[in-house]
Each structure stands twice: as C-alpha cells, then as structure tokens.
T-cell receptor, first 115, second 113 residues
Framework: KAGVTQTPRYLIKTRGQQVTLSCSPISGHRSVSWYQQTPGQGLQFLFEYFSETQRNKGNFPGRFSGRQFSNSRSEMNVSTLELGDSALYLC??????????????FGPGTRLLVL | GEDVEQSLFLSVREGDSSVINCTYTDSSSTYLYWYKQEPGAGLQLLTYIFSNMDMKQDQRLTVLLNKKDKHLSLRIADTQTGDSAIYFCAESAGYSSASKIIFGSGTRLSIRP
C-alpha cells in the first residue's frame, strides 16, 4: 500500500505570493491533518479534514486554509506569503481520526522557502 | 497554556539504554505520544500511552508516565545506530488521533560507537 505522498517536495516563493500544497493520504484513509515544522516554533498543528469538512483547527491566521476532496486528497493554501512561513509542511492521514490509538501516518513533507 | 518541553540533545553509547524525558503542562491531556523523525523523513508514531496508565512496554521501548509530576519518558533499550533521530513528545487533549496535538521541540539522539 502506498504511503502518504506530498507534492511538491520543495518550493521557493517570494513574499506576497500564494502557494498550494497537495497531500494524497493512504488509500482508505479519510482523515488528513496538516502540520507546520520550523526550527523556532517546532511542530504546530494547522488543521484536520474529514469527509471534506474541517473538523479541527490550530492557531494560525486566516491566510492558511485548506480543503479536502471527495477522494480524501487534501490541499492547503497559504496566501500573501511571509518570510516566517518558510517551513516544512507535513501532512498525516489516518483511517477515521476518531480514536487516539489510531495511527497517523506522515508524509515526507513539502519544504517551502519564502524569499 | 499548553506546553511540552524536552531537552534538545542526548548522546549515548551503542548498546546502552537511552532515556528521553518530557514534561507537559496540560493536566487534561488524554493521550501522550512519542514520535521519531529521521533525516529527510516525516514523523513516525513510535508509541502512545493513555493518561490513566503508568507504563507501557513495546519490545525495546518503555514509556513511563508520572501524571502527578506531568513527566513522560521514553526508554530505548540496547540503543542501535538506527535509533539516531529526533524524538518528539506530544500530548493530545482529545480522544481522536486527529485532535489538536501539541508537540515538544524534539530531542536529537546521537549514538556513539
């Protein structure tokens, strides 16, 4: 079974631009979560989607948004990029995301550099 | 507020036991997790413990939870070079794997020959 895939793996943008990152969960997984990892702030939860609906949300500004499609693939969008948005963006999927012992599988991440 | 703290670095000799410590502040945490991140890779869930448990053992891994002191530890027995990675402690106040999870800053484990 293929793992969680994220595209692109690397991205360079300039301030003020917007970016869209994509995540394909493991087949059959319906819950997709997004995280931001930076050296200064560590790993922070962005949001989680299930059945095309945002079910949980972290403490990020409205510039960060996401969506999920009927095939459970998810995209996240960051508008009006700032230098501080440079980070590794990780996507994770799980079957239903309803039980804590349900394993979340992480993708390799998309490394975004904002110049 | 919610916070999870870990020491940044740990160096152990190959074959010895590694003990990675973590403290958390949210007393309502229901699940506590240990994740492993190898260079260039995403996170891998190693193990988790429910907040009403004191200890959980899984092969070379032992998790100890002191709920009174809000202290969590991960012991890796017979540490091998393949255990070199960053280890993240995390807490969740929810009952689902996709609830908001608060991560520590990670402990970088290096193995000496």
């Amino acid at each position: 079974k293929a793992g969680v895939t994220q595209t692109p793996r690397y991205l360079i943008k300039t301030r003020g631009q917007q970016v869209t990152l994509s995540c394909s969960p493991i087949s059959g997984h319906r819950s997709v979560s997004w995280y931001q990892q930076t050296p200064g702030q560590g790993l922070q939860f962005l949001f989680e989607y299930f059945s095309e609906t945002q079910r949980n949300k972290g403490n990020f500004p409205g510039r960060f948004s996401g969506r999920q499609f009927s095939n459970s693939r998810s995209e996240m969008n960051v508008s009006t990029l700032e230098l501080g948005d440079s980070a590794l963006y990780l996507c994770a999927s799980s079957l239903e995301g309803r039980r804590a012992e349900e394993t979340q599988y992480f993708g390799p991440g998309t490394r975004l550099l904002v110049l | 507020g919610e916070d999870v703290e870990q020491s940044l670095f740990l160096s152990v000799r190959e074959g010895d036991s590694s003990v990675i410590n973590c403290t958390y502040t949210d007393s309502s945490s229901t699940y506590l997790y240990w994740y492993k991140q190898e260079p260039g890779a995403g996170l891998q869930l190693l193990t988790y413990i429910f907040s009403n448990m004191d200890m959980k053992q899984d092969q070379r891994l032992t998790v100890l939870l002191n709920k009174k002191d809000k202290h969590l530890s991960l012991r890796i027995a017979d540490t091998q070079t393949g255990d070199s990675a960053i280890y993240f402690c995390a807490e969740s106040a929810g009952y689902s794997s996709a609830s908001k999870i608060i991560f520590g800053s990670g402990t970088r484990l290096s193995i000496r020959p």
